[in-house]
């Protein structure tokens, strides 16, 4: 590792240890990194300086004189991140702490196609000049920044994201599926407990989609095509789409509701046997507590009971809004 790489990881450590408690001296930096107080002290210096870091105040005495205390300077960075859906386009802009300082909801861009999306990051970045890092969630599979896989999105089949807006503004950008963000959003705020795997399920307006981590980590497989459950052969020739289709669809209302409830109980039972996550979590504008005990008792005729997860209702919206926060954070705090 060079001088120049170990400068930046000690810095990175620095950023995510005043992030977790806001506020914090060097002495105390020191002993939550484990880097040496010379060494911390140094870069500290330089960090306040370049007015990345803010001297706020002075900390509690041990005997001595009080120890100064620092921070994160709030407005030494900004980050972008937009949710992309079928009906709007929603834009969060992050400070370096990660506290959110505004919302824009613009028209949807993805039958529009690049150009309207460009329009919209360009007006946004015109108005937050410090913005560095760009998180972008969309319907569809990714690999390193390219939407492979969007169906119903003809004008962002196979559009390169990551090159063409680090190329168009000079921004770190990322790119992450929907329920990607969404699973890491509700594993977040649930306390990043990495003995536990889990399947978030939403059904959308885009078709359905999972987002899958096991012991921490997002499932994204070989060809970054995990979570596409649409695909899932469940019954007979039919895949889980086309038996949610049919439940959608039928005539009767009466019938419907119970379609609905096997073609996610037969899914239930698939991650089940596969995986066996602890968790499976649902959208709470899809689903209710009685169609989960329902869920339960159907599932319950393909595989063991006992071998089933638990049964959680989330908000899809907030879960994947913290997803997309969390993201932006992390990459503004490894930012060179």
């Not at 914090?24 to 060494?39: H, N, R, W, Y």
């Not at 990551?162 to 168009?168: G, R």
């Not at 507590?289 to 209702?313: G, R, Y």
Request: glycine content about 8%; proline content about 5%; aromatic content about 10%.
């Amino acid at each position: 590792m060079n001088p120049k790489m170990m400068g930046d990881l000690i810095r990175q450590h620095i950023r995510a240890a005043l992030y977790g408690v806001k506020e914090s001296t060097k002495v105390e930096i020191a002993q939550s990194t484990g880097i040496s107080f010379p060494t911390i002290s140094k870069t500290i210096d330089e960090m306040k300086e370049a007015g990345e870091v803010l001297l706020v105040g002075l900390g509690l005495s041990s005997g001595g004189r009080r120890p100064n205390t620092y921070k994160l300077n709030p407005a030494y960075m900004t980050g972008l991140a937009a949710c992309l859906e079928s009906d709007f386009s929603s834009y969060l802009i992050l400070n370096y702490e990660g506290e959110i300082v505004a919302r824009e909801t613009l028209p949807a861009v993805l039958q529009a196609g690049p150009e309207l999306l460009t329009e919209q990051i360009g007006a946004l970045l015109a108005r937050y000049p410090s913005t560095r890092v760009l998180t972008l969630g969309i319907p569809g599979a990714v690999n390193d920044g390219c939407a492979f896989h969007i169906p119903g999105y003809d004008r962002f089949q196979n559009f390169n994201f990551k090159t063409f807006y680090e190329e168009q503004f000079a921004l770190q950008v990322q790119v992450e599926n929907d329920m990607n963000t969404t699973a890491i959003g509700y594993y977040d705020r649930i306390g990043n407990d990495d003995s536990i795997s889990l399947v978030y399920l939403y059904l959308g307006k885009n078709g359905p989609g999972t987002g899958i981590i096991v012991n921490g980590h997002i499932v994204r497989g070989k060809t970054f095509f995990s979570g596409e459950v649409s695909y899932v052969p469940l019954s007979g020739m039919r895949n889980f789409a086309q038996l949610l289709d049919d439940a959608l669809t039928a005539p009767d209302m009466n019938k419907s509701r119970p379609m609905l409830l096997e073609a996610i109980s037969r899914l239930v039972a698939a991650f089940t046997a596969t995986i066996n996550p602890h968790t499976i979590i649902f959208c709470n504008s899809e689903l209710n507590n009685h169609d989960l005990v329902q869920i339960q008792t159907i599932s319950a005729s393909f595989v063991p009971k006992e071998n089933l997860p638990d049964f959680v209702i989330s908000d899809w919206q907030q879960d994947y809004f913290h997803g997309l926060q969390q993201l932006t954070v992390k990459r503004m705090l490894a930012a060179d």
